[in-house]
């Protein structure tokens, strides 16, 4: 089994839209959490972090449910400027804090 | 702040040549990282350094080796180039294990 798996996609939405991307987690021992934004040929650059709580940044949301072991990504009033690929990061504490990331779910914000 | 560098931004190699991969971050970072970056496989890491004077194996560590020069500087060599190793490599680094991580541009890498 994956240690990560996200939905690729594509998902295209309207200007505007809410959109949620999900992501699940292997290993009940991780303790950090993370969305990545990676925009084409480009690095991944670290959108937020994913506390326990769940967590806002503006129009993003974050949230995290440890008893089905996934984490979510929600955008609300979506930009052209969100079209990227987003990725799902967890560790891993029983191989030396490892990072893990998903494939990345692709978004195209539309017109 | 230039953040986390890396060169060469590309570079073509045959099977069997050796090259360097060069990484630095002026972030004064405790931790560095090489990752590799296939289609459809995700970011999976190569080896890492928790700090200066260690280095550990990733998941993908085979055809690799790396130093850790001082704090700033971590390089990832191939000894023998081989087709498997065409992919983009990225280089992180963060405040200590298990914190956010912060990454360079890559290096697009193609061996034939």
């Known amino acids: 089994r994956k240690e990560v798996e996200q939905d690729p996609g594509p998902f295209n939405v309207p200007e505007g839209a809410t959109v949620a991307f999900n992501c699940t987690y292997s290993?009940?021992?991780?303790?950090?959490f993370f969305w990545y934004r990676q925009d084409c040929r480009k690095e991944p650059k670290l959108l937020m972090s994913?506390?326990?709580s769940g967590n806002e940044d503006g129009r993003f949301t974050a949230q995290l449910n440890r008893a089905s072991q996934y984490i979510s990504l929600l955008i609300r009033d979506s930009k052209l400027s969100d079209s990227a690929t987003y990725l799902c990061?967890?560790?891993?504490?029983?191989?030396?804090?490892?990072?893990?990331f998903g494939t990345g779910t692709s978004l195209t914000v539309i017109p | 702040n230039a953040g986390v560098t890396q060169t060469p931004k590309f570079q073509v190699l045959k099977t069997g040549q050796s090259m360097t991969l060069q990484c630095a971050q002026d972030?004064?970072?405790?931790?560095m990282y090489w990752y590799r970056q296939d289609p459809g496989m995700g970011l999976r890491l190569i080896y890492y350094?928790?700090?200066?004077?260690?280095?550990d194996k990733g998941e993908v560590p085979n055809g690799y080796n790396v130093s850790r020069l001082n704090k700033r500087e971590f390089s990832l060599r191939l000894e023998s180039a081989a087709p498997s190793q065409t992919s983009v490599y990225f280089c992180a680094s963060s405040h200590r294990e298990g914190n956010e991580q912060f990454f360079g541009p890559g290096t697009r890498l193609t061996v034939l």
């Open positions: 972030m004064n970072h405790n931790s």
């Open positions: 994913v506390y326990s």
């Open positions: 350094s928790a700090s200066e004077g260690t280095t």
């Open positions: 290993n009940s021992a991780s303790q950090s």
């Open positions: 990061v967890v560790n891993n504490p029983n191989t030396g804090n490892q990072f893990y």
